[in-house]
């Protein structure tokens, strides 16, 4: 039986901080066991004592880019989302390499609470399930859009105040239009 030898120093959140580190030196595409194991000086599969595979340390990238993230109820249900979408976009902007590694599998945890907590608030204020849905699913794709136009994109060569107002703008416009939908289907149900 192959018995795992364990690397002295060697846990998880060391392999997480030179994954990182390797993909916003170098690009996600740069990400393997192999590069990890290399710039922590350790064998590639000492990392498996730690990390599962490939996709679960990519798993674990996006989650240490978002982990402050918090959706954060308030008064005004607009305030809290917009809220939530800038703190996505502040995290992937102070990462740009990692966003493409949202495309590799399962949403990192953060975000999924995050999505979850905004449906729930939604739900609780009356907008039914499929409609809160739709909603937080097209601020999702507004949000990764612009930064895949951001980051990757012609926007990419204006400056970060100008980048800031044009996300605004698509922002607000999202959820001006989203109030106008609540304030039609309360006075005409269908």
């Known amino acids: 039986m192959a018995t795992r030898t364990v690397v002295a120093g060697l846990d ?12 916003d ?27 599962a595979d490939k996709a679960d340390l990519e798993r674990l990238v996006l989650e240490r880019v978002l982990a402050g993230l918090r959706y954060e109820p308030a008064a005004d249900a607009a305030g ?24 590799t599998g399962a949403g990192p945890e953060p975000m999924v609470q995050g999505l979850a907590a905004s449906h729930d608030d939604l739900v609780a204020r009356g907008l039914d399930a499929g409609t809160a849905v739709q909603m937080i699913g097209a601020v999702s794709r507004y949000v990764i859009g612009s930064l895949l136009g951001e980051l990757f994109g012609p926007a990419a060569s204006r400056s970060r ?4 107002r044009a996300f605004d703008f698509g922002l607000d416009a999202m959820f001006l239009g989203f109030e106008r939908m609540v304030e039609r289907d309360v006075e005409e149900p269908r």
């Open 80 to 103: 809290a989302g917009r809220d939530f979408a800038h703190a996505v976009r502040n995290a992937f902007l102070a990462h740009p390499a990692t966003i493409v590694l949202l495309g």
């Open 161 to 164: 105040a100008e980048r800031d």
């Open 12 to 23: 998880r959140d060391r392999i997480v901080d030179a994954a990182l580190a390797l993909v």
């Open 25 to 51: 030196r170098e690009g996600a595409g740069a990400l393997s066991m192999r590069r990890v194991a290399g710039e922590l000086r350790a064998g590639t599969m000492s990392l498996y004592n730690h990390v």
